[in-house]
Nanobody, 121 residues
Framework: QVQLVESGGGLVQAGGSLRLSCAASGSIFSIDGMGWYRQAPGKSRELVAAITTGGSSDYADSVKGRFTISRDNAKNTVALQMNSLKPEDTAVYYC???????????????WGQGTQVTVSS
């Protein structure tokens, strides 16, 4: 079994910073891509940032220059540093990872439980 556990959400004023962390655990053989998605009330889930095993990253246009994604392959963790936060960043943030289990030859998508980020104006 594989789990993704997130931490670091909360309430912050506009212009502030938060750091989200996510740790993957369980019967993991290897992890391919990792990333963060978010879903605001009444909206569909959207990609915020993604990072490959080699460290190449991609960001939604709305967060470029403000958010930074990083990962530690040895610890199976991914983090999202969020600076200059805006009220429109308010959403539930979900960690995502593409994981191959010890008992599988196939990679599957796994999701964290979500962590609330609220930015007040």
């Amino acid at each position: 079994q594989v789990q993704l556990v997130e931490s670091g959400g909360g309430l912050v004023q506009a212009g502030g910073s938060l750091r989200l962390s996510c740790a993957a655990s369980g019967s993991i053989f290897s992890i391919d891509g990792m990333g963060w998605y978010r879903q605001a009330p009444g909206k569909s889930r959207e990609l915020v940032a993604a990072i490959t095993t080699g460290g190449s990253s991609d960001y939604a246009d709305s967060v470029k220059g403000r958010f930074t994604i990083s990962r530690d392959n040895a610890k199976n963790t991914v983090a999202l540093q969020m600076n200059s936060l805006k009220p429109e960043d308010t959403a539930v943030y979900y960690c995502h990872a593409n994981i191959r289990r010890l008992t599988s030859r196939t990679y599957y998508d796994y999701w964290g439980q979500g962590t609330q980020v609220t930015v007040s104006s």
